[in-house]
């Protein structure tokens, strides 16, 4: 069973590309941010059918 994506999550495109912030949703659609190699902040509306959760990251302490 897949996770339903919500504001706060982090996706990327099936396709692949850059890591994106869920903004909002909005009948079915994705308002995401994310920024590029120089900082600058880019925005996108995306379907929900175009993007996949990027697995967390999972730190572990060097002891």
Same mark, same amino acid.
């Given at each position: ?20 912030? +869920? ?9 995401? +941010? ?13 379907? +929900? ?15």
């Amino acid at each position: 069973m897949e996770k339903e994506i919500k504001p706060g999550d982090v996706v990327t495109l099936k396709s692949g590309g850059a890591a994106m912030t +869920v903004n909002a949703i909005n009948n079915g659609k994705l308002s995401c +941010v994310w920024t590029l190699d120089d900082g600058k902040l880019e925005t996108a509306t995306l379907s +929900v059918e175009a993007v996949k959760l990027k697995p967390a990251t999972v730190r572990v302490p060097i002891v």
